[in-house]
C-alpha cells in the first residue's frame, strides 16, 4: 500500500504557471485525473514519478521525496504518454528489457506473466515498430507493470486506443486498483474516468478544482447552472411560466428564442413538459448551449 | 556498468540508419590510403591521416557513436523508460559511454591504424593510433556530456571540432592545450617523433583523463536531473 502525497505543489516554466499550490493525497484504489488539455495533468504526473522537481512544495511518496530518488522506482510503475521509440526492439525484448533493469530474480518469467495480463503474447515476437496503438499502450503497461510496482501512474492511457481494447484496459486497471494498487491515470474525458475511477481529481489552469468519489463530482457537475435554448409556441408565456419555478435562475428573450438558465437540472428536467402542457404550449426545440466538458471545467473553476 | 543498457544502447547503435554513415568514413579512408600507397608513393599516402584522417574522420566518427547512444532517446523523452527504474544515473552514463567508446574505436582508431601500416613505417602508424585511442577515448566523453546537454549535440560538437580544433588550432598554437586531438598527438610522440609535440606531456595525460571522467560524470549527473515536459 503506498500514498502519494502533493503538499502545496507549484511549477513554473520562466513566466508560465503549470500546476498552482496544488495539494493531493492519492491512496490505493484507482483515482483518476481530470482536466481539460493544458491544466497540467502531464506536468502533475512528471512531479510524481520523479521526472521534474516542483518549483515549491512537496512530491512525496510514502514520506520519501520522489525527485532524485532512484530507489522509489522499485515501487513506481510508469506509463508515459510518450510514444515508444525502440521500434527496433520486439514487444518481448522491450519488455524483457524492462524487467532486467529493475534486476527481477527471473525476469524471463516476470515478461511472460505480464504479456499474458496484457493479452500480448501472441505478437510479442514482432517488432514494436509494427504494432498498432492499441497494443504498444498495453506494451508499455505492461513494461511498467512487470515489477509488480504498488503504484501505478499513466497519462493519458485511453488515447487512441480502440473502445474494445480500452474495455480490456479499464478491466486490468480496475483489478489493479482493487488488489490494494494506487492507480493515478489521467484523462480529459469525463465518462472515461467516470467508468473506472472511484475517487477523481479534477484540476483546471494548474489548479485543483475539485475533489471526490464520481458521485460528488458529478452532482458537482450538474448542479451547476446550465444554458438551454428553446423553441415553442408561444416563447413568452413560456418565459412567464418558467421563471415562477424555483429551479429556473433566469429567463431571456432573444429574437425567436428564449435563453434559460437553469439551476437545478433535475426538477428542471422533470417538470418542463408538465408545465408546458398545463399551460397550453407546445415545445419545438430544447437544446443545452453550453454542455461541452470546458464549461464544466469553467464553472468547477469559478466556482 | 548496467548490461542491460549496454545491450539496448548496442541496439540503438545498430539500428539505426546512421551506423552505416558511422562505417562509411574510415572504410573511404582505409580505401583512400591504401589506393594512394598503390599508385603514388607511401609517404603522400600518409599524408592524407594527419591531415584528414585523424583530426576529421576520427572526431566525427565519436559524433556519430555519441550521439547515436544518448542523443535521439532524450530527444524523444523515450529515455524516461530506462530511467524510471531503479538504477543509478552514472551506470547508465558508463554503460552509453563503453558502447561509444568501443564504436570509436573499432570504427576511428583502428581503421587509422591499418591505414597507418599500408603507408610503412609501423611505428609510425602505432604512435598514430595510440594517439587515436587516447582522444577517442576523451573524444566520446566529451561528445556524450554534449549529447546529455543539448539538442543540438550533433551541430555543437561539430562545431567543437570544426571550428574550434580545426580552424581556430590552425591559426593559434595556443588552443593545442586545449584540443582533445593535440593531446592524443602528444601522447603518440612518446612512441614515434613523426607525430608533432604541441603541449606539454604530463598536461596532455592529465587533461584527457580530466575530460573523459568528467564528461562521462556530468552525462550521469544530467540524467539524474532528467525532466520530461509536457505538451502542454
Partial sequence: ?303 | MNPTIVKLALQALLGRRRFWLLLAFPILLVGLVAVLAAFTDAEAAWTVLPALGYPLVLPLVAILAASSVLGPEIDDGSIVYLLAKPVNRHSVAVSKWLVALVATLVAGSLPLLLAGLFTGDIARAVALSVAAVVAGTTYSALFLAISAVTRHAVVASLMFVLIWEGLLGNLFSGVAWLSVGQWGLRIGHEISDQLPDPANLVWACLASLVVTVGGVWFAGDRLRSFSLRGED
Avoid: C
Fill in chain 1, 1 to 303: 500500500m503506498s500514498t502519494i502525497v502533493l503538499d502545496s505543489v507549484s511549477r513554473w516554466f520562466g513566466n508560465v504557471v503549470a500546476v498552482n499550490d496544488v495539494s493531493l493525497t492519492i491512496g490505493p484504489g484507482v483515482t483518476g485525473l481530470l482536466g481539460p488539455n493544458g491544466a497540467g495533468k502531464t506536468t502533475l504526473l512528471a512531479m510524481m514519478s520523479g521526472f521534474l522537481a516542483p518549483s515549491s512544495g512537496q512530491v512525496a511518496l510514502d514520506g520519501r521525496p520522489v525527485w532524485r530518488n532512484t530507489d522509489a522506482y522499485r515501487q513506481i510503475g510508469l506509463v508515459p504518454e510518450r510514444e515508444l521509440s525502440f521500434g527496433y526492439l520486439t514487444g518481448r525484448q522491450f519488455v524483457r528489457a524492462n524487467a532486467d533493469l529493475h534486476r527481477l530474480p527471473d525476469a524471463a518469467a516476470a515478461t511472460e506473466r505480464i504479456l499474458e495480463v496484457v493479452d500480448l503474447v501472441e505478437p510479442a515476437g514482432r517488432r514494436l515498430d509494427t504494432y498498432s496503438k492499441g497494443m504498444r499502450q498495453r506494451v508499455k503497461i505492461a513494461a511498467a507493470l512487470v515489477h509488480d510496482p504498488s503504484v501505478l501512474l499513466l497519462d493519458e492511457p485511453f488515447n487512441g486506443v480502440d473502445p474494445r481494447q480500452r474495455m480490456h484496459l479499464m478491466d486490468l486497471l480496475r483489478r489493479l486498483g482493487e488488489e490494494g494498487r494506487t492507480v493515478l491515470f489521467s484523462s480529459h474525458i469525463l465518462e472515461e474516468v467516470e467508468r473506472l475511477a472511484r475517487h477523481i481529481e479534477v484540476v483546471v489552469s494548474g489548479r485543483h478544482a475539485a475533489s471526490g468519489d464520481f458521485g460528488a463530482i458529478r452532482q458537482l457537475m450538474t448542479d451547476r447552472p446550465v444554458q438551454y435554448t428553446l423553441h415553442s409556441s408561444d416563447n413568452r408565456a413560456l418565459a412567464a411560466v418558467l421563471i415562477a419555478q424555483p429551479s429556473v435562475r433566469a429567463v431571456q428573450l432573444r429574437g425567436d428564442e428564449l435563453h434559460v438558465q437553469v439551476d437545478d437540472l433535475g426538477s428542471f428536467a422533470l417538470g418542463l413538459p408538465a408545465w408546458a402542457q398545463q399551460h397550453d404550449l407546445t415545445l419545438f426545440e430544447l437544446s443545452p448551449s453550453d454542455e461541452s466538458l470546458e464549461s464544466v471545467f469553467a464553472y468547477l473553476v469559478a466556482r
